[in-house]
């Protein structure tokens, strides 16, 4: 499968199904093109190259798959824990008591609605 021959005719699929998808070499085609050749290339990323020099991933498919379903798993990993960690800092615990906002005129006693 990782024949020469075979690379070339898979990425003329993807360079087809690219064109198809967006009716020109445009902004979004060169986007596109851009984030295919990083994740492509990517030597973390051989599950990626794998599945789609195998047929598991279509040309069509992988043209419309999103930046999050073409990162690495290490990459995907990490943003997932961020987004977590990020969620979990906009969460208001509730708390007991009076709180207290520090303004530029001083301390402010915010009192529960």
Known sequence: FNTEAHVQKVGEAV??????????AGKDYRIKFRSLHFNLKDPANLELRRRVLTGQISASSLVQMGPADL???????WRN???????KMCTLVETEGARVRKTHKGEELITPI
């Open 81 to 87: 824990a961020k987004e977590v960690e990020t969620l």
């Open 15 to 24: 360079e087809l199904a690219m064109f198809t998808f967006f009716k020109s």
């Open 71 to 77: 990162a690495n798993r290490e990459l995907t990993e």
